[in-house]
């Protein structure tokens, strides 16, 4: 039996309770959780902005220790040091085909295999196939990265999610070169990794917009050389900042219509957007056919920070190893799994950077 916060359906709330994990089978890893963060998208699974097949354990960004490993398993041994991997690629789709893994067909299909248990022998659902809001979980070989020497352990939870996103956003996704002006709305955890990476790759200046004015010594903190209050002015505001012309880039980190379309305006003409935010079906963005052309604009979706977890991971690694990107900054809570409801609450006000739900060693 192992701890867990179970979400039952849509919309109820979260309880932290027993649960019943079997050994792995062929093909799978049983993981001991060191950390956990908590990122947006748990919420976004807990009142229905994303649709999980439930029963679910949440928690998706995560850093552990190989416990056991099933049969046929490779990879990895048991004492290796690994980060989770919530997209996994099945290489063999015509996405992975393209080279292009980070939109694999198959990426989700652990959602929706039980891969654990309640005591009365409930089916549970692994949330974005990972679970890491738990002691221990079982996953995919394909969905645990080793972890390289020299990094801690429980912060390199963060590296699952928020800093491969927000790092692949900047240089896989956006390309952005030395130089080149950037606004960033939304500074939650996804956010904050993407101001430290455009730092890395040398973005001038790095503009950071949120609603939450205590955000602005955090996005300082962690690379932005300006803050704005988010409201209708914003665009204007990053024009000023830039010269008159709008930025060169612009990041979407908060998942709604209202600031994809508030990001879009922020850009030169033939400026990019970049969305990294996971915004719901019912929330639309408008574009006038005229202003499309005009400013002839890219807009452009970006998932997992169209990385591959397992060649990105060891970058930023060293990254973090040299003391270009600096994970701690990032936790501004250390949490127990009791204290994850609270987090989720304190995120969805705007408060803080990331939580992360620290286990007994
Ligand atoms: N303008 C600017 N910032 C906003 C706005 C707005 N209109 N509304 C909310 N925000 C800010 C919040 O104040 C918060 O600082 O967006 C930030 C979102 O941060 P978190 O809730 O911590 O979310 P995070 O985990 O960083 O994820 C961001 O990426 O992966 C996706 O599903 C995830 O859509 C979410 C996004
Ligand atoms: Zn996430």
């Not at 000023?240 to 012309?245: E, F, I, K, V």
């Not at 219509?257 to 929330?283: L, Q, Y």
């Amino acid at each position: 039996m192992v701890r867990a916060v179970l979400l039952t359906d849509v919309g109820a709330p979260l309880q932290i309770t027993e649960i019943d994990l079997p050994e792995p089978g062929p093909g799978r890893v049983r993981v001991k959780l060191a950390a956990a963060g908590v990122c947006h998208s748990d919420l976004s699974l807990s009142n229905g902005v994303l649709r999980p097949t439930t029963p679910t354990v949440l928690g998706h960004e995560g850093a552990g220790t190989v416990v056991s490993v099933g049969e046929g398993v490779s990879s990895v041994r048991p004492g290796d040091r690994v980060v989770l991997n919530w997209a996994p690629a099945c290489g063999h789709c015509h996405l992975c085909g393209l080279g292009e893994p980070w939109l694999c067909e198959n990426q989700y299909a652990a959602t929706t295999e039980p891969y654990a248990a309640l005591p009365d022998g409930t089916a549970l659902y692994p949330g974005l196939g990972a679970a890491a809001f738990a002691e221990e979980t079982v996953v995919h070989e394909n969905a645990v990265v080793p972890l390289p020497e020299g990094v801690d352990l429980a912060s390199a939870a963060l590296l699952g999610c928020a800093v491969l996103t927000g790092y692949g956003a900047v240089h896989n996704a956006a390309r952005l070169r030395t130089g080149e002006s950037a606004v960033v709305f939304g500074l939650g955890g996804v956010g904050l990794a993407l101001l430290q990476s455009l730092r890395i790759a040398g973005a001038a200046p790095i503009i950071a917009v949120d609603v939450s004015p205590e955000k602005e010594e955090l996005a300082r903190r962690h690379g932005a050389t300006d803050f704005l209050l988010s409201d209708e002015q914003t665009p204007k505001a990053v024009r000023r900042l830039t010269g008159g012309h709008g930025a060169d880039h612009a990041f979407e980190c908060v998942g709604r219509g209202s600031t994809i379309r508030a990001a879009w305006s922020s850009t030169r003409r033939g400026g990019r957007t970049t969305v990294v935010g996971i915004g719901g079906k019912d929330d639309p963005v408008a574009f006038s056919a005229l202003e499309v052309f005009h400013f002839a604009r890219t807009l452009s979706g970006c998932c997992y920070g169209n990385s591959v977890p397992a060649k990105d991971i060891p970058v930023l690694a060293e990254h973090v190893r040299a003391g270009r990107l600096d994970l701690e900054s990032l936790i501004t809570d250390r949490i127990t799994l009791d204290q994850v409801p609270a987090a989720f609450e304190r995120m969805a006000a705007g408060h803080g950077g990331r939580s992360l739900v620290v286990f007994e060693p």
